[in-house]
T-cell receptor, first 113, second 112 residues
Framework: LAKTTQPISMDSYEGQEVNITCSHN???????ITWYQQFPSQGPRFIIQ???TKVTNEVASLFIPADRKSSTLSLPRVSLSDTAVYYC??????????????FGTGTLLAVQP | DGGITQSPKYLFRKEGQNVTLSCEQN?????MYWYRQDPGQGLRLIYY???????QKGDIAEGYSVSREKKESFPLTVTSAQKNPTAFYLC???????????FGPGTRLTVL
């Protein structure tokens, strides 16, 4: 499974747009990119998943360049409640032999008033 | 309400004792997973199961055991062979072959 690299921490202020970039140089052809959010003492929550270009849902956007060696999670107008750890993962896509996920240490986003 | 439940929320055990953590889901998901999380760290996969009566070791299976006799249940036993069992344990489930995993609330195990 591809290894990912993301910043250990980021700071932001309420109302700002936050972009968290993840590097995955060894991503395989059939790998999907998935982002999770985790609050302290809770299980992670799925945010968004994509394969290429741009994906948008009600909470975030995911930008993936053509070479797919990186991806950027974009959170519009963050609030204090967005303070959490964000994990970027890549793994076997649909039809793969397994759907194991490897969680790294993630990015701690701290939103200040 | 559909979801995934874990019990108990907090668990204390003495060294040398085995303990079983419960995980139940009513989402009709085929795949289930157990993770361990230590303070300030990401999740590490202990065991996973993609179908009833079948399961595979994850990255840190030593000292743990599981069973998958029913689709909705995937209990984890932490044995006395696990050298450092104090951690936060998370169970998850998913539709087979997708990466959208649904997590339970977790069980915090402390060995005294």
């Amino acid at each position: 499974l591809a290894k990912t690299t993301q910043p250990i921490s980021m700071d932001s202020y309420e109302g700002q747009e936050v972009n968290i970039t993840c590097s995955h140089n060894n991503i395989a052809t059939n790998d999907y990119i998935t982002w999770y959010q985790q609050f302290p003492s809770q299980g992670p929550r799925f945010i968004i998943q994509g394969y290429k270009t741009k994906v948008t849902n009600e909470v975030a956007s995911l930008f993936i360049p053509a070479d797919r060696k990186s991806s950027t999670l974009s959170l519009p107008r963050v609030s204090l409640s967005d303070t959490a750890v964000y994990y970027c993962l890549v793994g076997d896509g649909y039809g793969g032999a397994t759907n194991k996920l490897i969680f790294g240490t993630g990015t701690l986003l701290a939103v200040q008033p | 309400d559909g979801g995934i439940t874990q019990s108990p929320k907090y668990l204390f055990r003495k060294e040398g004792q085995n303990v079983t953590l419960s995980c139940e889901q009513n989402l009709n998901h085929d795949a289930m997973y157990w993770y361990r999380q230590d303070p300030g760290q990401g999740l590490r996969l202990i065991y996973y199961s993609q179908i009833v009566n079948d399961f595979q070791k994850g990255d840190i299976a030593e000292g743990y055991s599981v069973s998958r006799e029913k689709k909705e249940s995937f209990p984890l036993t932490v044995t006395s062979a696990q050298k450092n069992p104090t951690a936060f344990y998370l169970c998850a489930s998913s539709i087979a072959k997708t990466h959208e995993q649904f997590f339970g609330p977790g069980t915090r195990l402390t060995v005294l």
